[in-house]
Every structure is written in structure tokens, then in C-alpha cells.
């Protein structure tokens, strides 16, 4: 069977988004299960966080050498079977040493996937960049619907997770099974490698948006079926809801927003999406009921969907160093912050409240809206060669 290179990330983006949602979403069972508070149970988190820095830093040369096809494979399968153990483990300490090992995987998986997107790009000639992300939030969005019915079903966290990863095996195979590594593109004469690009002052307001939209998505993916759990005592089905608005929308916007960039530029669809996002997080910070916190953790799913991919694309335009540079300490910084933002935002639910949590985001939120500036004003497709390029 015939398969589209890009239709295989699609699947690949997919793939991980369930096995990663499906275990996010019985964060609440796992704090039950080990006997820890908020702040342990951050600090127990922030293991993928410290994986994902690592690996996102030193994986490069080893994906090289792998090569995007075995790198897929180890990543993804390698994901969902370490997530299956979770469940087994005795104390916070070896869920810990677990979750560092997911995010040395993550990282490597971030990297290999986005190179891949670069390069099939350039040969198609259109970009499939945001397409791509958006099966992530898609996939988010069906493990999020399926794993509110599953827990209020009373199935178990183990039989759960092990449902996910023969999923995730059976698909991942049939996925990497014929894929062809993409051909890589020519550098030019003398420029290195980039593995860890520090940013420049021209590209921290860009960094400002990826940071605060993955900070936006973190708070509303890890965190919400605990919000809706204590802050409204709401029953597993009801509580998981908002995650599922959450995904859904930010699935829809990534899907189908490229022609509303086109036509309206970067800049003003950034302000708009980021002003519906700061508007989510506000709403769910002060929601009186627990319907206004669902409508909440909706509009900050669609305000941070297409920020970050929009930042790259405007990292990847600028002419002060390489694209390759750039692009390297966005996506760097952005997805560790994706990660160290469930132990962060732990912390402050354990001393100040877990309505508090999405108060500390509203600032960072609105830093972004006013670095709006920095985005691209020429359409994605301008830059279709470059978006991919963090590992290389």
C-alpha cells in the first residue's frame, strides 16, 4: 500500500499525541495512586521536562545516524511502552526516572519529526507544517473523549495505558513499515551544525509567543482535569470534558487556519489568537460554575493552536544568522517549556491554588500579544524549506 511520506508524520503525530493525552489524562489517578500532593506530584513531572532538555541538546548526531525511519520507530513505540509501565511503578521516585526516559524520547521524536516535515516540504513545495501539528491536537482530542468515558467507566489506569500502546504498536508498525528516510538538503559550504543555538535579542519576542502558547497548553492539557476535580468537584466524564474542548479546538484551528493567515497576515490573526487565549485563561481562573471554566479551557485550546507554528515561520525569515539557528532556539526553548510547565504550574496550585495556576499565565500571555510585532507578515509557503530544521 502506497502511503504519502507526509501522510506517515501525520499518523506518527497522531500516534504520540494518544499515548502522551492518554497518560496526561490520568495524571489525577496517578497522584491518588502515589500518595503525593500537588508540588510532589510537579516535582515527580518534571522528570519528562529534564529528558526533553537533555535530548533536545545532545540526540541531534545520534538521529543522523539512526536515521528518520529507526528514530521514528524507537521514539514512538518506545513512548507508549514506557508510559504502559507508569502504572506498575512503586513511588514517585521511579515514575521520575520513567518520565525522563519519555522525555529523552520526546525530544529526539520532536526533532526527527519536524526535520522530516522540513525536508518533504521542500520537495513538495507547500507547507504541511501546521497540517502536521494539527493531527498532534487531533489526536490529543480523541484520547481526551475517550479517556473521559474510560474513567468514568471505572476502568483502570494499567488496563488503560496497555490498551493505548497496542494501539499505538499495531498503528506505529503499519506506519514505519516502507517509510523511506527523506533525502537530506544540501547546506551551504562551511556552516555547522546547530544542536543547541542560544537566541539572539531579535528573536525574544518570538520566543516570548512559542513560550507562552506551549505554557497556554500545558496549563490546559496536564492540568484541567485536576481543576475541574477540585475546584468543582466534578465527576470524571464532566472533568475531562475540558481537556476535550480543549483539543478539539485546538485541533480545528491548526487544521483549517492557514487560509485566514494568508489572507489576514501572521501578525493579526497572532494578536487575535493569543487576545482568545489570554480571554480562556482569565475565564478559567474566575469561573463561578464549572460550565464557564469549560468555555474557558475551549478558547485557550483555539488562542494558542497556531502561534507557535506562525513564530517558526517568522524565525525561520529572519536574516540576522541562519534559519537553522533560529529555528533551533525556538523550538529548543519552546518545548522544554512545554514540558517544565505541568511541575511549574504544580507548584503554584500547591501553595496558592489550583485557580492561581492560570492566573500566573495571564502576564506571559499578554507579553506575547504586545511581541506580536515579531511575527511574519508574508505568508508560510515563503519559507517552506526552512521550518523543519531545529536538528540540523
Given at each position: 500500500m502506497q502511503i504519502a511520506p507526509?501522510?506517515?508524520i501525520y499518523v506518527a503525530f497522531f500516534l504520540i499525541a494518544v499515548s502522551t493525552g492518554a497518560f496526561l489524562a490520568r495524571i489525577p489517578d496517578l497522584q491518588v495512586k502515589l500518595g503525593v500532593d500537588k508540588a510532589e506530584l510537579g516535582l515527580t513531572l518534571i522528570g519528562m521536562a529534564i529528558g526533553a532538555l537533555?535530548?533536545?541538546t545532545a540526540s541531534s548526531p545520534l538521529i543522523v545516524r539512526l536515521g528518520a525511519r529507526l528514530t521514528l520507530a524507537v521514539t514512538l513505540l518506545g513512548t507508549a511502552a514506557l508510559f504502559s509501565l507508569i502504572?506498575?511503578?512503586?513511588?514517585?521516585?521511579?515514575?521520575?526516572?520513567?518520565l525522563f526516559l519519555i522525555g529523552l524520547l520526546g525530544g529526539a521524536f520532536e526533532i526527527n519529526v519536524n526535520v522530516e516535515v522540513g525536508r518533504i516540504e521542500a520537495q513538495l513545495g507547500f507547507s504541511v507544517m501546521n497540517r502536521s501539528h494539527g493531527f498532534w491536537s487531533l489526536g490529543f482530542f480523541v484520547t481526551a473523549i475517550t479517556a473521559s468515558v474510560i474513567r468514568q467507566a471505572g476502568i483502570s489506569m494499567q488496563t488503560h495505558l496497555h490498551w493505548i500502546l497496542a494501539f499505538v504498536f499495531l498503528a506505529g508498525l503499519f506506519t514505519v513499515t516502507g517509510m523511506k528516510n527523506t533525502p537530506a538538503e544540501n547546506t551551504a559550504p562551511g556552516e555547522k551544525a546547530h544542536h543547541f543555538a542560544l537566541p539572539t535579542l531579535g528573536l525574544l519576542?518570538?520566543?516570548?509567543?512559542?513560550?507562552?502558547?506551549f505554557l497556554v497548553e500545558g496549563a490546559g492539557i496536564d492540568w484541567s482535569a485536576i481543576y475541574m476535580r477540585d475546584v468543582f468537584s466534578a465527576e470524571p466524564f464532566l472533568g475531562g470534558t475540558g481537556l476535550t474542548l480543549f483539543a478539539f479546538f485546538m485541533a480545528l484551528a491548526r487544521l483549517f487556519i492557514d487560509p485566514v493567515v494568508d489572507r489576514f497576515g501572521a501578525r493579526r490573526v497572532g494578536v487575535m489568537l493569543l487576545s482568545t487565549a489570554a480571554t480562556g485563561t482569565a475565564l478559567v481562573w474566575l469561573a463561578p460554575h464549572p460550565y464557564v471554566a469549560l468555555l474557558g479551557f475551549a478558547l485557550m485550546g483555539g488562542g494558542c493552536s497556531a502561534a507557535y507554528p506562525m513564530a517558526v515561520t517568522a524565525a525561520a525569515q529572519r536574516t540576522d544568522r541562519s534559519s537553522v539557528a533560529n529555528v533551533a532556539a525556538l523550538a529548543q526553548m519552546s518545548v522544554v517549556v512545554?514540558?517544565?510547565a505541568p511541575p511549574?504550574?504544580?507548584l503554584v496550585a500547591e501553595h496558592w491554588g489550583i485557580r492561581s495556576a492560570y492566573l500566573v499565565c495571564l502576564p506571559l500571555i499578554v507579553t506575547s500579544i504586545l511581541a506580536s510585532y515579531a511575527l511574519s507578515p508574508r505568508k508560510p509557503a515563503t519559507v517552506v524549506e526552512s521550518q523543519g530544521s531545529p536538528a540540523e
Open positions: 507526509q501522510h506517515r537533555v535530548s533536545l502504572p506498575f511503578l512503586p513511588n514517585a521516585a521511579s515514575v521520575f526516572c520513567v519576542p518570538l520566543c516570548i509567543i512559542g513560550i507562552s502558547a512545554f514540558f517544565l511549574l504550574l504544580g
